[in-house]
């Protein structure tokens, strides 16, 4: 009986070279791009991720700028090779930080009289203008009973922003294409899917949210409009983040400032401010 053709044995792969390579395929890199951006030979890269060569610290930080990837994962990086963590993740209540909750107080603040938010990764409301207080006062049913202030569940819950957001569904579909996103980008976590779950099991969410559609707009900004016993405010709102940031915390922030679309929003926004 002739004897079976044996394969070749598969290199084993290291646990620093599992996730680079996960990191890879999510930025849909072959290993010569990698390397060729990187600056180093693909089989040098090659020998990384079987593990038949260590990467040094100063190559696991390199890659991991090369990737783009946030600062939470180059942490696990660098454990998978073998390093301490380089990132410190702050609380951002910790005496450290003070001068940063000055800084998001001052541009909140600035913001005023329309609404302004920061917002955690998870998109929990971590400070707020009085601009925020008024619009949720006005336009929520019962916004306490919903937990810690959280943004997407503001616009999602029955009880939230919802049954006075005109344009609803454009408005959360954006949002859901969003979390959608971050999963795909690296951004998110399990806390992201639980709240996508979350927010996808609210009754009267279309089916046709559970998959992430690429060819939704991913515009930098979102129009919103709000309608209650005759009030009508209409905004359009911009993320921004902070620039080169070095802690964990800091480049998860984001801060979302409402703008008036019209001058009539402006002219009820004063108003409101002054009541």
Same mark, same amino acid.
């Given at each position: +009986?002739?004897?079976?053709?044996? +394969?070749?044995? %598969? ?11 996960? /990191? &890879? ?12 951006? *990187? ?15 260590? @990467? ?10 090369? !990737? ?24 951002? %209540? ?18 005023? @009289?329309?609404? *302004?938010?920061?917002?955690? &990764?998870? /998109?929990?409301?971590? %400070? ?5 207080? $008024? ?12 937990? @810690?202030?959280?943004? +997407? ?14 344009? /609803? ?7 859901? %294409?969003?979390?959608? $996103?971050? !999963? ?8 992201? &899917?639980? !709240? ?6 609210? =009754?009267?969410?279309? $089916?046709?949210? &559970? ?7 991913? *515009? ?39 703008? =008036? ?15």
């Amino acid at each position: +009986m002739p004897a079976m053709p044996t +394969m070749p044995p %598969q290199e084993p792969i290291s646990a620093f070279g599992r996730v680079l390579r996960h /990191w &890879r395929a999510r930025r849909r890199l072959s290993q010569l791009d990698l390397a060729t951006e *990187a600056g180093i030979s693909s089989r040098h890269l090659s020998f990384i991720e079987t593990g038949r060569a260590e @990467p040094s610290r100063e190559m696991v930080v390199l890659l991991g700028s090369v !990737l783009d990837v946030p600062l939470r994962d180059r942490n696990d990086l660098l454990v998978a090779a073998g390093y301490a963590p380089m990132y410190r993740e702050t609380d951002l %209540q910790a005496p450290g930080m003070a001068q940063v909750r000055r800084a998001l107080d001052f541009i909140l603040r600035q913001q005023e @009289p329309y609404p *302004a938010i920061a917002l955690d &990764r998870h /998109w929990g409301v971590v %400070q707020a203008n009085q601009a925020t207080v $008024r619009l949720v006062e006005r336009f929520t049913l019962a916004a306490g009973e919903l937990g @810690p202030p959280n943004a +997407m569940r503001l616009i999602f819950h029955p009880h939230g922003f919802r049954p006075f957001i005109v344009n /609803w569904e454009a408005t959360a579909a954006a949002l859901v %294409q969003w979390l959608h $996103r971050d !999963l795909l980008s690296g951004l998110g976590d399990d806390g992201t &899917r639980q !709240l996508l779950d979350e927010l996808l099991g609210y =009754p009267g969410v279309p $089916r046709g949210w &559970r998959s992430v559609d690429l060819g939704v707009s991913s *515009a930098p900004f979102l129009a919103i409009e709000f309608s209650r016993d005759g009030v009508g405010l209409r905004f359009f709102s911009m993320l921004t983040t902070l620039g080169t940031p070095t802690d964990v915390t800091l480049q998860e922030l984001r801060v979302e400032s409402f703008y =008036p679309a019209d001058e009539a929003t402006e002219e009820t926004a004063r108003r409101l401010a002054a009541e």
